[in-house]
């Protein structure tokens, strides 16, 4: 079966607070929450909120390298993705490994 590949996408201008809400959210599989908050930003929003909502999750101390229930990292599950090299060099300009 094959990944859906950003299947949501909003663009225009968001506020810090629609960022925000991107931010703090919970795992209901055993997920780390820090990578389950960066990929559902991912599939929402377009490479410049992206680089937005990235630089304000690290600036609040969330975890780049965290990972799926299946041990991938954020960085691996988003350049797998045929849409995700722009979000992947976001990714690792801020850190991630």
């Known amino acids: 079966m094959q990944k859906k ?3 949501k996408v909003f663009g225009g201008d968001w506020t810090e607070e629609q960022l925000r809400a991107f931010i703090d959210v919970e795992s209901h599989d055993g997920t780390e929450a820090d990578y389950t908050a960066v ?9 410049a909120t992206f680089q937005q909502y990235i630089n304000l999750f690290v600036a ?6 965290a990972k799926s229930l299946e041990g991938e990292s954020l960085l691996a599950t988003i350049s797998s993705h045929a849409q995700g090299a722009e979000y992947a060099e976001i990714l690792k300009a801020a850190g991630a490994e």
Not at 39 to 47: L, T
Not at 60 to 65: I, K, Q, R
């Open 5 to 7: 590949d950003k299947e």
């Open 60 to 65: 609040e101390g969330h975890n780049l390298n």
């Open 39 to 47: 990929i559902r930003a991912y599939r929402h929003m377009v490479p």
